[in-house]
């Protein structure tokens, strides 16, 4: 399955090569495929912040990379490099507030700088952080392709219909999802009669990003509107629908691209299995509950606005754009050190101590 899994990965957004970042500008996705060089860790908080890069791991590995320029900078320039980079790790930690994978890389990287021994090269060290962040993420989508798969075919066999939310996929990660890790895992096995891609206002990661990498893969996917999905629960058949997540308070509850938390009331309602697939990189021991989660809000324009063509206007716009699912509410959390049913303060503690499963 490994194999099968690795061969399925084609789509990619985030390259280091040559001593930069090269990023794929989610901005114009799908019909341009246009990628972006980054020499400065200030440019790539601003294409963080601007979305250029989205996805809760993609972001963090993002940051990782940003801080290997950041160094390369900050010692070129001399004098007190530990204190320049301060402001560095400040400008990336500002540039999105909810996704917690962020602050999970940044901290990694900051341990690694203080573990640093007399006669270590502080950029081939912190270059090697980097690059290891990125590649374990990748692992962790395999190792969760495979444990969702499982939990599909044994809760329910034959063929699905799966809806999933926002874009939790190569796109948004270091490897080729997480959500839709699962889901391309699922087809391989033959186990998907149709993927619904909730196109997710206001942003469109679902019919511009998710859909593109589903067909590209030439899996069944078509696009509703994010308020048709209780609809289509009722009336298609869907038996799971399977998300990703930005942040997961200690008590199991889930931050993910708004509109995730009615999805699981109404999957509830309907008796349609409700699958959260995240690595522990997006799990947050410190925040007790979901209640504790800074909710990221966008400008008002991104919902009053059509590519840039204004669709209402004279009135304000609220425009959350993360809302948080109550544990309670979600079947399985699906990470790479293993799997919690019915997620609860408990068994996140217990998952916790575990090591990862590869
Ligand atoms: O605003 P975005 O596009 O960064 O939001 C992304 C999501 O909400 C994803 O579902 C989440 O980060 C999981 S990605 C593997």
Redesign the pocket.
Same mark, same amino acid.
Do not use: L, S
């Given at each position: 399955m490994r194999e099968q899994l690795l061969a399925a990965e084609k789509v990619k957004a985030i390259e280091w090569r040559d001593g930069a970042l090269h990023l794929l500008d989610q901005r114009v996705l799908p019909f341009e495929e246009t990628w972006l060089s980054y020499a400065s860790a200030d440019a790539v908080a601003e294409a963080i912040r601007s979305?250029v890069v989205?996805? @809760?791991?993609?972001?963090g590995i993002a940051a990782a990379y940003a801080i290997v320029l950041a160094l390369r900078a900050r010692l070129a320039a001399g004098g007190d490099w530990r204190l320049a980079l301060e402001a560095d790790f400040k400008r990336l930690a500002d540039s999105?507030p909810t996704?917690v994978n962020l602050f999970w890389a940044l901290n990694r990287m900051r341990e690694r700088l203080d573990r640093l021994k007399d006669g270590d090269d502080p950029l081939a060290v912190l270059e090697a952080e980097a690059v290891g962040i990125h590649q374990s993420d990748r692992e962790a989508n395999l190792t969760m392709a495979q444990l969702g798969v499982d939990l599909i075919r044994k809760h329910q066999g034959n063929l699905q219909n799966l809806l999933t939310?926002?874009?939790?996929?190569a796109l948004?990660?270091g490897g080729f999802?997480? @959500?839709l890790g699962v889901i391309r895992a699922a087809h391989l096995e033959g186990l998907v009669e149709r993927v619904y891609a909730d196109e997710t206002r206001p942003?469109l990661?679902g019919s511009r990003l998710t859909a593109w990498e589903l067909a590209g893969d030439g899996i069944p996917v078509t696009v509703n509107a994010d308020s048709a999905a209780a609809h289509l629960m009722k009336t298609r058949g869907i038996t799971w629908v399977v998300?990703?997540?930005?942040r997961i308070a200690a008590n199991g509850d889930v931050a993910?691209?708004i509109g995730?938390y009615q999805l699981a009331v109404s999957a509830m309602h309907h008796g349609v299995r409700f699958m959260v697939?995240?690595p522990s990189s997006?799990i947050d021991m410190a925040l007790g509950s979901g209640e504790d989660i800074p909710i990221?809000e966008r400008g008002g324009d991104e919902l009053l606005t059509l590519n840039g063509v204004p669709v209402a206007g004279g009135v304000e716009a609220l425009n959350p754009?993360?809302d948080v699912t109550p544990a309670d509410l979600i079947d399985f959390l699906v990470t790479e050190k293993g799997v919690v049913e019915r997620p609860d303060l408990a068994k996140m503690t217990q998952l916790m101590c575990r090591k990862r499963l590869h």
């Open positions: 979305m989205r996805g @809760a791991p993609a972001i999105r996704a939310h926002c874009n939790a996929g948004a990660t999802g997480t @959500a942003w990661q998300v990703g997540a930005d993910n691209k995730t697939v995240a997006t990221e754009v993360f």
